[in-house]
């Protein structure tokens, strides 16, 4: 089983450009989310998916950010029209059922953005 | 709003040396706790819950609510626990999936 897998490891984005992130999974996990850890930050929530839903998006910025975890393939993390402020690292987290106390997360490695 | 507060951003200790991370923490009610850890280049991954009280590598970490603190400690400092260390909380319930961090504790242990 090879985790969670997150892509790509690094991503360098001009202003305004769009920003793509990627994020398998465990096997047999259901459940997504993603985090952002601004630079001297604590990690912050932003929203968690189940496959074709949108459970809670209460920490996404309001506008520019989108999230979606289709059928099939990996859950995808869109910034559009980046701005210098976007520049962060992005964990993804999985787990087998909504109630993370029991389990815990299993992380991804991680995305570092850097918008330049 | 809750909130947790690491008030350390680095903690050096000499190797054999006890050691404590502080974690205070502020929730209206009574949260699930948390410490991750993410060694250099790995993955952020779960240390220890208070809720099933166990000891991980060493580590324990005791809930006191008067204090609103959840500590880490580890009696004696090993080189490979050099790492950073994070604080967290989660709601009960049905929000327990949200997790509010701490800005984390880079502990440096010193041969």
């Known amino acids: 089983n090879a985790g969670v897998m997150q892509n790509p490891r690094h991503l360098v984005r001009r202003r305004g450009q769009e920003a793509r992130l990627r994020c398998s999974p465990m096997?047999?996990?259901?459940?997504v989310y993603w985090y952002r850890q601004l630079p001297e930050e604590g990690l912050k929530f932003m929203v968690y998916?189940?496959?074709?839903?949108?459970?809670?998006e209460s920490g996404m910025p309001k506008e520019r950010f989108s999230a979606e975890f289709p059928k099939e393939g990996p859950s995808i993390l869109r910034i559009q029209q980046v701005v210098r402020g976007d520049s962060a690292a992005y964990f993804c987290?999985?787990?087998?059922?909504?109630?993370?106390?029991?389990?815990?997360?299993?992380f991804g490695s991680g995305t570092r953005l850097t918008v330049v | 709003a809750q909130r947790v507060t690491q008030p350390e951003k680095l903690l050096s200790v000499f190797k054999g040396a006890p050691v404590e991370l502080k974690c205070n923490y502020s929730?209206?009610?009574?949260?699930?706790l948390f410490w991750y850890v993410q060694y250099s280049r790995q993955r952020l991954q779960l240390l220890l819950r208070h809720i099933s009280r166990e000891s991980i590598k060493g580590f324990t970490a005791d809930l006191n609510k008067g204090e609103t603190s959840f500590h880490l400690k580890k009696p004696f400092a090993q080189e490979e626990d050099s790492a950073m260390y994070y604080c967290a909380l989660s709601p009960p319930g049905a929000g327990s999936y949200q997790l509010t961090f701490g800005k984390g504790t880079k502990l440096s242990v010193i041969p």
């Open positions: 998916l189940q496959k074709e839903n949108i459970i809670d």
């Open positions: 987290a999985s787990s087998p059922r909504y109630q993370q106390g029991d389990y815990g997360y299993t």
């Open positions: 929730y209206s009610g009574s949260p699930e």
């Open positions: 096997k047999g996990h259901s459940h």
